[in-house]
């Protein structure tokens, strides 16, 4: 059933939800768009509508040929909305899903569109705040670029910061996607364009890898990762491109490179990555002091025993994406943990992956490797033992002295 948004808006068919609103297909005076309808209660916060119209300015100015563009924002009674350009496509999450990682060319494309889009928006003044795949749309009707990827578009710029007002998230609670979070914000720092950066960096890990650096386990531990450990190298990708993600997943923001310098590093590093295929690593393991972690979430239903944890999302702004639910959120609230939380756990390197067909630790498979390891060795030591009792018995005989022999003929003298 449509309903009208605005005087200008007509909203037709839901794309998605998330926890931020509802992604509808539209119509406006120019044709179809996408429209991000905020919460009711979202729209009833006073506060938050102010900060909605100062907000305004900076992200209708916001042009880029990677960057979804926001059109209009309407403030209509209990309507508050954000109207996109409809992208005709899918979103990075959604491929991702479909093919667990990407080429190392493909996926060095699409981050350094990414960079671009945020290169235009850092010099507009504006910071992202939640890059994700889920926040980075293909278009599936543009000609194809380096190893047949999409150009890709960033979207749901401002949304973190609209939600992010000070009677919602005071300084003791971190809006964000942990997988994402660079480590000053979850040391309680303002963020600035250099979040986006490490969020992006992540980003290219993740496509490469099929995980992240960090993610895993408990969101407390997660946090804790991104401020104690050091990104584990992933076999098979060239120097280059791998001292590139070093530097941007820097734990010092003064550290990593600006959107621009990114942008232009990856597509110097293009040729070199033609025709590689996708790496051959398995996501490493979480253990089970990986699983209990100190900054919970600051809302939501807890899960409960035996159930998957779901990746945690925002909703495509695209025709034709899969049905999203509400476990797709665009952004999870918790609070920052305490310096002692922090320093907890292990520091060093993050958790290596594991070799593809490896077994994972702990698992039924892995049990029977290690029985059979140590039945191998029990063995060989047995044997061992055994050829060396040989061996000294045969030396043994070797150096005695003959024994008498009481029949031996001596010639008869004459």
Not at 21 to 38: C, F, N
Not at 39 to 45: C, N, Y
Not at 204 to 231: K, M, Q, S
Not at 308 to 317: I, T
Request: hydrophobic share 40%; proline share 9%.
């Amino acid at each position: 059933m449509a309903r009208r948004i605005g005087s200008r808006y007509t909203a037709h068919q839901i794309l998605g939800r998330g926890s931020a609103g509802t992604v509808w297909l539209g119509e406006g005076p120019d044709g179809p768009v996408a429209i991000k309808l905020l919460r009711e209660d979202l729209s009833s916060d006073q506060e938050l509508v102010g900060r909605f119209v100062q907000e305004r300015t900076a992200l209708l100015g916001l042009e880029h040929p990677h960057v979804v563009s926001v059109r209009d924002l309407v403030v209509d009674g209990n309507d508050l909305a954000l109207v996109m350009d409809l992208v005709r496509g899918t979103d990075l999450r959604t491929r991702l899903d479909r093919e667990r990682r990407l080429a190392p060319e493909a996926a060095v494309a699409i981050v350094a569109d990414v960079a671009d889009g945020l290169a235009a928006a850092h010099a507009a003044g504006v910071v992202h705040r939640d890059v994700k795949p889920e926040n980075v749309l293909l278009d599936m009707q543009g000609p194809l670029g380096p190893g047949g990827s999409h150009r890709a578009l960033l979207t749901d710029f401002g949304v973190a910061k609209l939600i992010d007002t000070p009677r919602r998230t005071r300084a003791t609670k971190i809006i964000g996607t942990p997988d994402y979070l660079a480590p000053e914000i979850v040391e309680g720092l303002p963020p600035r364009a250099s979040v986006d950066i490490y969020a992006l960096a992540t980003v290219l890990y993740e496509l490469l890898a099929g995980f992240t650096p960090f993610g895993g386990g408990h969101p407390g531990a997660v946090l804790r990762r991104h401020v104690t450990e050091t990104v584990v190298p992933l076999p098979g990708i060239p120097d280059e491109l791998w001292q590139l993600l070093v530097q941007c997943l820097a734990k010092a923001p003064a550290s990593r490179l600006r959107a621009s310098e990114l942008g232009a590093r990856l597509r110097e590093l293009l040729p070199l990555l033609a025709g590689m295929p996708p790496l051959d690593v398995d996501e490493p393991d979480t253990g089970p002091e990986e699983d209990a972690g100190e900054a919970v979430p600051a809302s939501g239903p807890s899960r409960s025993a035996g159930e998957p944890v779901r990746r945690r999302g925002a909703v495509p702004l695209v025709p034709g994406a899969k049905p999203s639910d509400s476990n797709r959120d665009t952004h999870t609230s918790m609070r920052v943990p305490a310096p002692d939380e922090l320093a907890g756990g292990a520091r060093g390197t993050a958790r290596a992956p594991r070799a593809s067909g490896a077994p994972r630790p702990g698992s039924a498979r892995n049990r029977a490797v290690t029985r059979r390891r140590r039945l191998t060795v029990a063995v060989a030591a047995v044997l061992l033992a055994a050829a060396g009792a040989a061996t000294w018995l045969a030396a043994s005989d070797d150096t005695a002295a003959p024994p008498e022999d009481t029949h031996t003929s001596t010639p008869a003298v004459p």
